[in-house]
């Protein structure tokens, strides 16, 4: 399997559709209401963090420098921080679209598709996943799958992004001095993965009929905000949490 079969086109929508979501979350929520599903944030400082990674991203993409301090200083004190997001998104996705195919800047997962391709990626589910994080802030609690917007095939492209490019990396903290195989397995679809866990890196393969001494089941939606810590809908082990998922 590749790194992803959505394509760019797909992957812009699922930045827009996810901005979308984000800007109605925050507005019903307020900007001053605590985030349920990242309990250190209000929806100010929500806002100000995904501003920034939409900045951030943009000036790698065009080959530029950003200060993410900064950039999430600029959101802490705009007088219209809704704005300010939304801006920030519009010049991430011209950037994306002008990019060349061939574009040549830094990416940081394992399996990483090429540049452009990650970069939109990346993007989509950076927004996504924080738009439900505002969609908490919304509903006072952890959402569950039917409160959201998302579908099946952005889901599924999320859990393979971050089983096969986030937790490979050295920085992820998911370990088990007890050898064990993790498996993921969405319903109604022939996805699935087995996550290999031991003292190492994990290792994360692609099969359709995965199996493991753990089995996470359930819809791709349930999966994919469960597998990101926003919701509770599957069981996961305990030590999941400690994967150390960062955005960058």
Known sequence: MAPTDLSLADHLDGLRTAHLAFVRGAERAGLRAGVPTTPDWT??????????????????????????????????????????????????????????????????LADAPPAKRFWVRRQCHETTIHAVDALSAALGRHPRAADTWITDDIALDGIDELLTGFLPRPRSRLRSQDPLTIAVSPTGTEAGWELRVGVDVPVAVRTSSPDGDIVLAGSPVALYLTLWNRSDEVEVPETWQDAAITWS
């Not at 921080?81 to 574009?103: K, Q, R, S």
């Open 43 to 108: 929806v100010r400082k929500l806002i100000a963090h995904q501003g920034m990674v939409h900045r951030w991203a943009t000036a790698i993409i065009r080959g530029e420098q950003a200060d993410p301090d900064r950039l999430r200083e600029q959101g802490q004190v705009s007088p219209e921080p809704l704005e300010w997001l939304t801006d920030g998104v519009i010049d991430l996705a011209a950037a994306i679209t002008a990019a060349p195919e061939d574009l040549d800047v830094s990416v940081f």
